[in-house]
């Protein structure tokens, strides 16, 4: 037992020389084994332990007994103990949760409380391959993805499992040669607990068709850690090309479509807990409603756990929690994005927000020039005589055609000729926010304004446009 867990604590680098390990104790078959096995090794590995124990008040006089049994143990070891005691039921009906649900994160809540009243560097739970097993198979049946299927890892940040190299059997052999007693939860036994069906009644069946049944289930739950490995890695990649993050909440953008689905789905899994701030109730039923929004019309909006919002844009998708302020904005008549033409449709007077861009557009008329006020000079402020203007405007990138007027005679230049002139990167020529009226540019964003539509003395209504946010602004 001791060679098998160490050799295993020393492949997943599980504590280093000098680390301080708090061991959860149930006093329970797999958490005495758990101490007695790093107690044993506490020299040899160069670290020191300490014990917590949660007494849940659940079970009545039954887990008072289970928190004094464990006291006692960490006494005649002399082993540093602390006990906490909580009501996980009542806690569990205030928050929503299942009986088991909510004692696992009060357990959790308390072990980090413990770690650092102690000044633990590691948290050692007693998990173990039937654990694993266990789990796999729980998620198996509820229609896990892979992640599901990829069972209890051994290291999640200070949570370290020494004991997923060895099964139940081990540990109850283990504990018999050592002569030591162990308590019994008799919850463990109740059949209302979907878990407790699967390690009373199917596990053993299982293990009755092949007796290594646990043992390959671990492998398989292995194989599928590494699998997710790689997809998270290849989702973080196209979570950096599609997703764009911004305060208001997280755009992913259309050509996200390119990718194969399973990192589709990653990245819209990713982009979804993100937004949520948490990975629960965020289902594959959610995920694939978002991926399904890609084919609708912009403005389409789909209600998500978490009070998320997720609305079909003119680049794809805008994730957000921030429901009140989407509402405001679908009602301003200055944000209303379409696809007909491409790009944005630009009003006279209101606020626009690209999400992906991170700009902010404001648009107001004036009526003649202020008073004591010149027209403006700024790359990212401009003045346009409104009048001269009887098309849509649009906020958009280059097409084919585009071209500038030059000069008060009219003349026209290419917008690729510009480009060319104004030695803009070619890298960068695709990027750039044109204000254009079919393909008449009114202004290379950044740059300069088509000469025909300039303000002048003779001008009577005056359209100003401020641009603000992205990577350009004043």
Same mark, same amino acid.
């Given at each position: 037992m001791h060679n098998k867990v160490r050799a295993f604590m020393k492949e997943y680098h599980m504590v280093e020389e000098g680390d301080c390990v708090l061991a959860a104790v149930s006093g329970g078959a797999d958490s005495l084994c758990l101490v007695l096995v790093l107690s044993a090794m506490c020299q040899e590995l160069g670290i020191r332990l300490c014990v917590v124990h949660v007494e849940h008040g659940i079970r009545g006089e039954e887990s008072i007994q289970d928190a004094q049994f464990v006291e006692q143990f960490c006494s005649q070891h002399q082993i540093p103990c602390k006990v906490f005691c909580c009501e996980a039921l009542k806690y569990a009906r205030e928050q929503k949760l299942t009986v088991e649900e909510g004692a696992r994160e009060l357990r959790y809540q308390f072990f980090r409380q413990a770690a650092e009243e102690f000044g633990a560097d590691k948290? /050692?739970? /007693?998990?173990?391959?039937?654990?694993?097993?266990? =789990?796999?198979?729980?998620h198996l049946v509820r229609g896990s993805g892979l992640r599901g299927l990829s069972g209890i890892p051994p290291v999640r940040g200070q949570i370290i499992r020494p004991l997923l190299c060895v099964c139940r059997q081990e540990i109850e052999a283990y504990l018999a040669r050592q002569n030591q007693v162990f308590c019994q939860d008799r919850t463990n036994n109740e059949l209302i607990y979907t878990r407790n069906k699967i390690r009373s009644q199917v596990l053993p069946v299982l293990s009755e068709i092949n007796s290594h049944a646990v043992s390959h289930i671990n492998q398989t739950a292995s194989f599928a850690a590494e699998a997710m490995e790689l997809i998270d890695e290849m989702a973080d990649q196209a979570w950096k090309k599609y997703v764009v993050v911004r305060p208001q909440g997280n755009c992913i953008l259309q050509d996200l479509l390119q990718e194969r689905p399973l990192i589709q789905r990653s990245v819209l899994h990713k982009a979804l807990t993100d937004t949520a701030g948490s990975s629960r109730d965020i289902l594959k039923l959610h995920v694939q409603q978002v991926r399904e929004l890609f084919d609708r019309q912009s403005g389409?909006?789909?209600?998500?756990? &978490? @009070?998320? @919002?997720a609305q079909r844009v003119y680049e794809g998708i805008f994730l957000s929690r921030e429901k009140s302020r989407n509402i405001e904005m679908r009602r301003q008549k200055s944000f209303n994005l379409r696809e007909q033409g491409g790009g944005w449709e630009v009003p006279q007077t209101g606020k626009l927000i690209l999400f992906s861009k991170g700009y902010e557009i404001n648009t107001q008329l004036l009526h003649k020039i202020p008073q004591n006020e010149e027209i403006p000079k700024k790359l990212y402020t401009k003045w346009f005589d409104c009048d001269k203007i009887k098309g849509t405007m649009r906020l958009r990138t280059r097409q084919e055609q585009d071209f500038l007027v030059i000069d008060a005679q009219g003349r026209r230049k290419k917008l690729k000729k510009y480009f060319i002139d104004e030695k803009?990167?070619?890298?960068?020529?695709?990027?750039?926010?044109?204000? /254009? *009226?079919?393909?008449?540019?009114?202004?290379?964003?950044? &740059?300069?304004? +088509? *000469?025909?539509?300039?303000? =002048? *003395?003779? =001008? *009577?209504?005056?359209?100003?446009?401020?641009?603000?946010?992205? +990577?350009?602004?004043?």
């Open positions: 948290i /050692a739970v /007693a998990h173990n391959q039937n654990d694993c097993a266990e =789990t796999m198979l729980f389409k909006v789909l209600q998500l756990p &978490y @009070e998320m @919002e803009i990167p070619q890298e960068k020529r695709d990027q750039i926010l044109l204000l /254009a *009226e079919d393909n008449h540019i009114l202004w290379v964003i950044g &740059y300069r304004i +088509s *000469e025909d539509v300039k303000v =002048t *003395e003779h =001008t *009577e209504r005056i359209l100003e446009i401020r641009v603000n946010g992205g +990577s350009d602004h004043e």
